[in-house]
């Protein structure tokens, strides 16, 4: 938490040309908690309040990726909670992408990783030239839906109202139309 605390008041506050933010998560999860190396959990809305929050980053693309698992014994099912802060513009301009559903695991295997990191890295390594960030997030569930039985992981989304199309390389006829 402190890390990210650190890049969304500090870091980012150095670098006068940040256009857009991507922050990943790559760690153990509860529930709606992610499970820092001290063992301690963080609620996922608490990390969206930290970003959402940062003067640095006011009015530009926020996107939060959360590689964790969403199972084990729920105190607190927060998925509620998520989705109306996304309605109500409480993190107007965020991307959540989650690696799995309420209730499942994030599967991996020891040789190639994770499935939703594979999946996500391939989607934007072939598309990322022609494709939105939210059209390729979208695409992710597809391709994760490839890794055999088509339930047993599936990804979720969510952004805000003012998260607007966000492209990681303009495609070449953007580029023109917007010289015009």
């Known amino acids: 938490m402190a890390e990210i605390e650190e890049f969304c008041y500090k870091t980012v506050k150095k670098s006068k040309e940040t256009k857009y933010v991507v922050i990943a998560i790559l760690s153990h999860g509860v ?16 990390i969206l309040d930290i970003i ?17 698992c969403r199972s084990g014994k729920k105190e607190f099912d927060a998925t509620e909670e998520i989705e109306e802060g996304f309605r109500n513009g409480r ?13 499942q695991q994030s599967k991996r295997n020891i040789l190639t990783g994770t499935r939703y990191v594979k ?40 952004h805000g109202p003012d998260f607007k199309k966000l492209y990681l390389h303009v495609p070449y006829e953007i580029e ?5």
């Open 52 to 68: 959402a929050k940062s003067p640095h980053l006011k009015d530009k693309p926020k996107i939060l990726i959360v590689q964790a």
């Open 91 to 103: 993190w107007r301009d965020i991307l959540l992408c989650l690696s799995c559903e309420q209730g």
């Open 119 to 158: 999946a996500f890295t391939e989607e934007f390594c072939e598309h990322a030239h022609e494709q939105d960030v939210l059209s390729m997030v979208k695409n992710v569930e597809t391709r994760m839906r490839n890794f055999g039985n088509s339930n047993d992981q599936v990804p979720r989304y969510f």
């Open 176 to 180: 023109k139309k917007d010289k015009k």
């Open 31 to 46: 529930g709606e908690d992610v499970v820092e190396p001290t063992s301690s959990k963080v609620p996922k809305t608490k």
